[in-house]
C-alpha cells in the first residue's frame, strides 16, 4: 500500500488531536471520592442507615475543621474554593441557614442530583457518609452569606 503525504498528513494530526485530548481529560485529575475522617466527631445515632434531618455538628469547631478539608478534596472542583461557585453548579454559600437548608443539604448530599438522564452531582451520601456530609454542612454554615 503507498502512502501519500495527505494520508500522513492526516494520520499525523489525528495523533496529534489524540494525545492532546487526553492529555486534557487527565488534567482534570482524579475525582474518586476521597475518604474523610471523620473519627473525632461524636457518633450518630443509626451510623449511616438512620440518616437524620437536623446538623448535629453545627457549631462544632471540630467538625467545621474537618468539613473544611473534606469539602476542598470533594467538593470545591464543582462548587468552588471557599463554596464561591463560578456557575456551574450551585454557590453554596448563599444555601439557607437551619432546618431548610439542612434539608436540602442532606437531600443533596445523599441523593445526589440528576435531570433528563444527566448526573449534574453524584450521590455522596454512601461514599463519604454521614458524618462527613454533616461537617461540610457544619463548614458550609461558616461561609454562609445574604448578599
Known sequence: M?????????????????????????AHGNVTPQAVDTSALPDIEG????????NPYSGNPKAIEIGESAYGQNCARCHGLQAISGGIAPDLRYLELGDSGDEWFIERYH?????????????MGDVLGQKAGWAIRAWLETQHTED
Open 2 to 26: 503507498k502512502m501519500t503525504i495527505g494520508r500522513t498528513a492526516m494520520i499525523g494530526a489525528c495523533a496529534i488531536a489524540s494525545l492532546s485530548i487526553a492529555g486534557n481529560l487527565y
Open 47 to 54: 451510623g449511616n442507615d438512620n440518616w437524620i434531618e437536623h
Open 111 to 123: 441523593h445526589g442530583s440528576s435531570h433528563d438522564g444527566k448526573v449534574y452531582m453524584p450521590p
